[in-house]
């Protein structure tokens, strides 16, 4: 009995968050990993990459000729975790293929990682591409694939060479609809968010959030959260448990994926899903005021203290742990701390001078007081809590940032909505169509700014002027033709590139299309 206590105080809700992090087992999926395992299964969240590796799959698995997918991307997006999934559910079609999973692994201890990949390859020689049938799916990053076409002097790969070139996979220019023997699919040309009409999102990111937090039997995180933190001894002081629980929560879940795609878009980062996963870990584990591997980690909680406890709290730990990771490091240069406007300055000197900043706290976030309720004993009129005093006030400001509460103190950066301007309302848009958004990139790249919108029958009229010695009844007849030919719907078909300019745009539109030139060309 005595040894099952023991065996009870050491289990904690760490050890199962811990799998999230990048140095876990299960941070790093090889291409033959048992999807069988109920844990690896559950973790995989669907993506546009998937749905497209999966088409050229059902294209090809069956072709009498020889097939190459490339699969491109960086370390830690999920190439392997796609793989080993896709093995799993269609075993039948990616058995007909031979899948090399790492292109810089030799499988010679005394020949280089180069060779491999030409023992790999060779069907797709010039010699005998046509000749054989054989199926091969490289795993590959961008910079091998460049520094081996590079070093094929002979020109021995010589088609691969041209498709590589011709699809402009190495400017990373979305994924090509494929040539004949050869395919690819670019991780980097899948973004973790969309944008959309009700502005940015990530059902990404979103699903992996839903992975980790759901409230139902399958969920293993929710499973051992119930099993250990509801009966632990310091669940009332813990700060991993208040970390879930507001990761949990739908408006804090939408805080952090604003943030997150704010922090991307600002600074150009590439988020890998391992990346994802392990940042996940680190603002739920603040490990600067926890101690991993601790014999009896339920006792923890009991050894912060009040300003301890309040830096490992979710809000504090998302923007303030930069020395982590570079993703953390970048999401500290969009702190709602560094807003400054005379409301939020006017509230600091008001929470500054008020000894009753709990029951600010609670007014203003009732649905977040639980953060704090550890804090209640504490009296803010002595002096010496003001180091905490402060503490709080960063939680209390960044937990409004992320819920979107007290937008008077803290308004939206105004300079990132026009980064990302689908998130305007001006003429309620939904963006079906995108052809605006061309007609106004193209009036941009042109220089030019056509105001009138085409009138068909000032055209056909100007026409018929021009062709003085044409009957009524034939310039009817070669008016339709050309209408037929250069119009739909009253438009003009873009049928070289100046008619691009004559697309009609509206307001929306026309803020995509600088955007995107300013990202692109200027």
């Known amino acids: 009995m005595e040894v099952q206590n023991v065996s009870n105080n050491q289990k904690c809700f760490v050890s199962m968050l811990s799998r999230l992090r990048e140095s876990s087992k299960e941070a790093v999926v090889s291409s033959d990993a048992d999807f069988n395992d109920p844990y690896t299964m ?6 546009p990459v998937q749905d497209r590796f999966v088409s050229i799959l059902n294209e090809t698995y069956d072709s009498k000729q020889s097939e190459l997918i490339l699969i491109c991307g960086s370390v830690g997006d999920g190439k392997s975790h796609m793989l080993s999934y896709c093995k799993s559910m269609y075993p039948d079609k990616m058995d007909k293929f031979y899948v090399h999973n790492d292109s810089t692994a030799s499988l010679y201890v005394d020949k280089p990682a180069s060779y491999t990949l030409k023992q790999v390859l060779e069907d797709f020689s010039d010699d005998r591409i046509e000749k054989s049938n054989g199926k091969v799916i490289l795993a590959i990053n961008l910079g091998t ?18 498709y590589v070139e011709n699809s402009g996979i190495l400017n990373e220019k979305i994924d090509d609809k494929g040539e004949n023997h050869f395919h690819c699919v670019n991780f980097a040309d899948y973004h973790l968010y969309e944008l959309t009409s009700n502005g940015v999102v990530s059902s990404y990111i979103q699903g992996i959030l839903n992975k980790i ?21 310091s669940k ?19 805080g952090i994926i604003c ?14 899903t391992r990346t994802l996963l392990n940042m996940t870990y680190e603002v739920l584990v603040d490990e600067r005021n926890w ?16 300003l301890s406890y309040c830096k490992s709290l979710l809000p504090n730990v998302l923007f303030e742990k930069k020395e982590s990771s570079e993703v953390l490091n970048a999401v500290g240069s969009i702190d709602p701390m560094q807003i400054r406007n005379e409301n ?8 500054i001078n008020s000894n009753n900043i709990l029951q600010l706290f609670k007014n203003n976030l009732p649905d977040y007081f639980r953060q704090i309720e550890r804090l209640s004993y504490i009296d803010f009129s002595d002096r010496s809590t003001y180091t905490l005093k402060i503490e709080i006030l960063k939680l209390f400001v960044r937990t409004c940032w992320l819920t979107g509460i007290r937008r008077d103190l803290l308004p939206e950066d105004k300079t990132y909505e026009e980064l990302v301007p689908f998130k305007t309302k001006v003429d309620n848009n939904k963006y079906e169509d995108f052809s605006g958004v061309v007609g106004a990139f193209s009036q941009i790249m042109s220089g030019t700014n056509i105001k009138k919108k085409l009138d068909l029958e000032a055209i056909k009229n100007k026409i018929h002027e021009k062709m003085e010695d044409c009957t009524n009844e034939d310039f009817e007849i070669l008016f339709q033709i050309i209408g037929n030919m250069y119009f739909e719907e009253g438009k003009l078909l873009p049928v070289n590139v100046k008619a691009l300019n004559y697309i009609e745009f509206n307001i929306s539109q026309r803020q995509v299309a600088e955007y995107l030139y300013g990202i692109f060309i200027h």
């Open 42 to 47: 559950y973790m995989h969240v669907d993506r």
């Open 145 to 162: 694939l460049s520094n081996f076409l590079e070093a094929d002097e002979n020109n021995k790969f010589g088609k691969l060479k041209s």
């Open 213 to 233: 937090t759901d409230k139902n039997k399958i969920n293993p995180f929710y499973n051992d959260f119930c099993q250990t933190c509801e009966k632990c001894q």
């Open 236 to 254: 009332g002081l813990c700060p991993i448990k208040v970390n879930y629980e507001l990761i949990s929560d739908k408006k804090i879940q939408k």
């Open 259 to 272: 943030t997150l795609i704010e922090t991307i878009v600002k600074n150009k980062l590439i988020v890998s």
């Open 291 to 306: 101690t991993c591997g601790s014999l009896e980690p339920r006792k923890e909680p009991e050894r912060l203290t009040s």
């Open 344 to 351: 939020i300055d006017d509230f600091f000197v008001f929470y």
